[in-house]
């Protein structure tokens, strides 16, 4: 079992709609977890952070954690063809103290 | 956020020959970190690069292969050694933010061994 695992995709979503990106991951020691956005034959950027269970608002993008069930996702509200990229989940703390990323979700907004 | 530069930005390199990447942070970090990117694959740790000591390396790393220097809390350089075409790859420097462990990427080295 990955540590972390994402959907390869591609996810392919009209332009204005809601992109739901999932990623589990199996150490429950994880404490923290993240979001990056890689555009093609670019490095990551951080989109969010997450800690605590529940969800996190930031403009278009809502990340959820749940830790009973180790699954985090990404939302992306209003969707734009700029949003297309591959999503990046990674976890840190448990018992490497680590960021682990997964393979990465390949999202593609059709105009 | 740290800004994070590399040199060089590309390079294409003969096999047997060695490259040395350069990671230059504007701040001090408390640590940094060496990933490589195959293509179209995710990250793949290599190693935390330590102040003042030897790096520690991930499971399939070995130093005489990347050797790694860190010899303040703002520099770094990893060593890519007697290439093949199998180390073609993306190499990126990475810091994290202590304590938020918010960990940031430096746009990265494209290599390609011939």
């Keep these: 079992q990955k540590e972390v695992e994402q959907n390869s995709g591609p996810l392919s979503v009209p332009e204005g709609a809601i992109a739901s990106l999932n990623c589990t991951y199996s150490d429950r020691g994880s404490q923290s977890f993240f979001w990056y ?18 969800d996190k608002e930031d403009g278009r993008f809502t990340a959820q954690l749940n830790k009973a069930s180790q699954y985090v996702s990404l939302l992306i509200r209003d969707s734009q063809p700029s949003d297309s990229a591959t999503y990046l989940c990674a976890r840190g703390g448990g018992a490497t103290n680590k960021l682990i990323f997964g393979t990465g979700t390949l999202l593609a907004v059709q105009p | 956020s740290a800004v994070i530069s590399q040199k060089p930005s590309r390079d294409i390199c003969q096999r047997g020959t060695s490259l040395t990447i350069q990671c230059q942070v504007d701040s ?32 399939g790393f070995v130093i005489d292969k990347f050797p790694i220097s860190r010899p303040n809390l703002t520099f770094s350089t990893l060593t890519v ?34």
């Design chain 1, 37 to 54: 956005r890689q555009y093609s034959g670019k490095s990551p950027e951080l989109i969010m952070s997450i800690y605590s269970n529940g």
């Design chain 2, 28 to 59: 001090q970090v408390t640590m940094m970190f060496w990933y490589r990117q195959q293509p179209g694959q995710s990250l793949t740790l290599i190693a935390t690069a330590n102040q003042g000591s030897e790096a520690t390396y991930e499971s």
């Design chain 2, 81 to 114: 050694s007697n290439m093949s075409p199998e180390d073609s790859s993306i190499y990126l420097c990475s810091v994290r933010d202590s304590p938020q462990e918010t960990q940031y990427f430096g746009p990265g080295t494209r290599l390609l061994v011939l």
